[in-house]
C-alpha cells in the first residue's frame, strides 16, 4: 500500500474494525472444563510468564497478590484479538455500506470519494487523504439510530467473507487470545476492550465474540443526540467525531471509562505503546503484552513498515519495558478458532 | 436560596458531589443472609412493585423474562442513593479545597469568586453565576494527577462532616436505596451509577458505599492528558469540561459508557427525566423509580421550587409514564444507615 495509507489507515481507525454476531465458536464452556486453559499456546517461556503472572497474583498470601476490585485487564482489538489486514475489517464495513447505500445517492457517480469507491479505485479513493476515510466513515456510520446501526452491522458480520480467508471476519478472532480472555476471567480478572476502532460498531458482536459486555468496550466513538421519536427516545448517531482512542487517547480512554489503572494490558501497535506504559510503569506487578505478528503462512508477518498496525517504537523498548513480546508463529499452535 | 442558584447549582452538578471512603457500612454481607432484601422498606404497593418487577424478569419461562446481559440498573446519584441538600456534597468539598489551598494564593484575596467564599460570603459567590461556581470546581479539580486526586476526595471524605446532621458525608447514604442495589446485583442485574456528579470525585468512595466498581459509575468529567512523569505514565485532571452527564446528557452517557438501553433506572429529579424516558420506553419489561423528597423529620422536603434536585416535570408525568414515585416518609423504615 502507499505511504499515505498510513496515517489514513490509522484515522480509519478511528471508528473502523469489524464484528460478528453469530458463528462466534461458543469457548466459554469448552475452557472451563479442559485441563489446560491455554491449550492453544505452545509450551515454552511466553506461555510460562503468563500463568506465572496469574498464579502469582492471584494467590492469597502472596507478595503480589492483587485484589479482584484490582483486576483490570485491558485488550487492543485490531491485530490483537483478531486481524487487521488487509485493511481494518471496520473499513471493508464501511465501503459495503457505501455500495449498498449507492442506489439511494445518485449523486455519488459525480462525487468524490465516493465516485471512486463505487468504481473500485481505492488508489484514488486513499489519495483523498483522512478528510475521505472520515467521510465514508461518517457517511456510513450516521444519520440512524443506535439499535438500526447495530442491526446493520450484526447482518453484514453474518454474510461478508475475507477477501483472502473466504471466512466470515467473526471467524478471523485468535483463538490463543479468546483463551486468555478467559483465563483471565477465570482468575478474577475484568476484561475490558480498549481500541481505536468504533464503540458502536465492536459492540454489536465482541459480547458473543469474546464474552466481554458492552459496557466493558472501550472505543472511538461518534456524538450522539437524544430524541424522542413518536414517544420513544432514541439515540441518533451524528456525523461527529467524539473521541478518538489511540495513542495517548488509550490511556486516557482507560480513565475516563474504568477509572483505575489496568495491571496486564495486551497490544499489538505502537497505537498501543501508552496504554501499555500506562499499565506496566504503575507500582506492584504489572503484564504487558505485544502480539507480534510473525507468521506469514496462518495469517500476515508485518511490523515495521506496515501501513496498518504498525510495530517500531515497540520492538524497540518492549524487552527494555519487560513486555512480552508474543511470536505468534512460534508461540500459538493455531491462530483461528477451528 | 436565591433564585440564580439554580442555574449555578445544576451547573455546579458538573462536577460536585460527595464521597465517602471509610466507615461506610458493610451492607453487603447482611443483605445476602436476611430474609428480606429490602427490610429498610415499608410494606406496600411501591415494595410489592419492585419485588414484582424483578420477580417476573429473573424468572425462566416468564414472559417478562430478562436475560442476565440485558439486566442494566442505572442509578442517579445526588438525592437517589445519598442526601444533596443544602447543598451538592461535591459543592461543599470543592468550597473546603479552596479554603486548604487559600495559603498558596494570597491573590484570592483580592480576587473573586474565592474572596467571597474565603470571607464566608456565598451570597457574593453564588451572583458570580455559572462561571464563578466553574471557576471554583475547576480550580479545585485540576491541576494534579488522578490519584492525587482520588487521595484529596478521601482524606476528605473522612474528616468533612455535614452541616446539619453532623454526619460524615458518606454516612449519608439512603440505606433502602443500598438494598435495593444489593437485591439487583443478587439476582443478576448489573448496577450503573448515571449522575451529573464529577466521575472522579464519585469514583471515590462509591465502590465501598453502594458496592459498585469504578467502571460502573457514569458521570460528569473533565479533560485527563497522558503525561510521563520521572518514567512513569500518569494522567492529569485539565482544567476543561469533558463530558456534562446531566438531563438529555444521561442517555447519551448510558449509550457513549454502558452501550445498551437499560430496562430499570431510579432517579429523584428533572435531572433525570430523559433517562427514565429512555429507560421506560424502550420495548419489553420496564421499571422507573422517581424518590420523592417527602420527609422534613429525617431528611428533608422538597420538589418543585427546590434549587437543588428539582422535581417538577417528573412529578406531572410520572404517573402517567408508570413510573414508580417513592415517598420517602411513607416507604422507608430508615433513611440512613444505623
Redesign the interface.
Known amino acids: 500500500m502507499k505511504n499515505g495509507l498510513l496515517a489514513i489507515l490509522i484515522l480509519a481507525s478511528i471508528s473502523l474494525m469489524c464484528s460478528c454476531n453469530n458463528k462466534a465458536p461458543d469457548i466459554s464452556q469448552k475452557t472451563s472444563t479442559i485441563a489446560d486453559p491455554l491449550s492453544s499456546w505452545n509450551e515454552g517461556a511466553s506461555k510460562t510468564s503468563i500463568i506465572d503472572f496469574v498464579t502469582k497474583t492471584t494467590k492469597e498470601g502472596s507478595a503480589d497478590f492483587i485484589p479482584v ?1 484490582d483486576r ?1 485487564a485491558c485488550f487492543d482489538n485490531d491485530g490483537c484479538l483478531w486481524s487487521e489486514q488487509p485493511l481494518y475489517f471496520q473499513l471493508a464495513f464501511a465501503i459495503d455500506r457505501v455500495k449498498a447505500m449507492a442506489p439511494e445517492h445518485p449523486e455519488w457517480k459525480t462525487k468524490q470519494p465516493f465516485k471512486a469507491l463505487l468504481e473500485g479505485d481505492m488508489k484514488t479513493v486513499m489519495a483523498g487523504g483522512e478528510h475521505a476515510l472520515l467521510e465514508i466513515v461518517m457517511t456510513t456510520h450516521a444519520g440512524m439510530n ?1 439499535d438500526e446501526f447495530s442491526k446493520l452491522v450484526k447482518d453484514w458480520m453474518a454474510t461478508a467473507t475475507h477477501p483472502k480467508t473466504g471466512k466470515h471476519y467473526n471467524e478471523m478472532i485468535y483463538q490463543p487470545m479468546v483463551e486468555l480472555l478467559h483465563y483471565l476471567r477465570d482468575n478474577g480478572y ?1 476484561t ?1 476492550i480498549v481500541s481505536g476502532g468504533g ?2 460498531f465492536m ?1 454489536a458482536w465482541t ?1 458473543e465474540a469474546y464474552g466481554i ?5 472501550i472505543g472511538s ?1 461518534q ?4 430524541e ?1 421519536i413518536n ?3 432514541e ?1 441518533i448517531k451524528l456525523p461527529e467525531l ?1 473521541f478518538i482512542d489511540d495513542k ?1 487517547g488509550k ?2 480512554g482507560i ?6 489503572r489496568p495491571v496486564f494490558t495486551a497490544g499489538n501497535s505502537d497505537g498501543d505503546y ?1 496504554m501499555l ?3 506496566t ?2 507500582s506492584g506487578p504489572r503484564f504487558g503484552i505485544i502480539v507480534h505478528h510473525t507468521d506469514s503462512t496462518r495469517e500476515v508477518a508485518y511490523d515495521r513498515t506496515s501501513s496498518i498496525g504498525r510495530l517500531d517504537k515497540g520492538l524497540d523498548d518492549g524487552v527494555a519495558n519487560k513486555w512480552l513480546i508474543v511470536d505468534m508463529m512460534k508461540d500459538w499452535k493455531v491462530v483461528y478458532p477451528q
Open positions: 476490585a483490570i443506535v475484568k475490558f464503540v458502536d459492540r459480547e459486555p458492552s459496557d466493558q468496550v466513538s456524538k450522539v443526540k437524544y424522542v414517544g420513544k427516545g439515540l467524539n495517548e490511556p486516557v480513565h475516563q471509562y474504568i477509572g483505575k501508552a506504559q500506562y499499565t510503569t504503575g
